[in-house]
């Protein structure tokens, strides 16, 4: 089992950052890939950006603002957000997928606010 606990979000104005974390435990696989996902108010929950062993990969929408990273040591995914948009309020949930059964674990969601 795996469980995923997500933090650092909060209310920031346009053009500010934050940094969300996620700590992952149970059975974790470094090779599996992490990522952030979001979910704005009447809208489908959408990829942010992932990580794998070997690549990262963004939504066009945040590339040049978002950088994601992880520390394999401590089983932890970040993501730093820089430029920060109204349009990026939403809650945003951290994601594990182990390759081998297919199945994806969520966290419980970070709400991120961004206004003025």
Do not use: H
Not at 44 to 63: G, W
Not at 76 to 96: H, I, R, W
């Amino acid at each position: 089992q795996v469980q995923l606990v997500e933090s650092g979000g909060g209310l920031v104005q346009p053009g500010g950052s934050l940094r969300l974390s996620c700590a992952a435990s149970g059975s974790i696989g470094s090779f599996n890939p992490m990522g952030w996902y979001r979910q704005a108010p009447e809208k489908e929950r959408e990829l942010v950006a992932s990580i794998s062993s070997v690549t990262t990969n963004y939504a066009d929408s945040v590339k040049g603002r978002f950088t994601i990273s992880r520390d394999n040591v401590k089983n932890s995914v970040f993501l730093q957000m820089n430029g920060l948009k109204p349009e990026d309020t939403a809650v945003y949930y951290c994601n594990y997928r182990d390759i081998v059964s297919g199945r994806g674990y969520w966290g419980s969601g970070t709400l991120v606010t961004v206004s003025s």
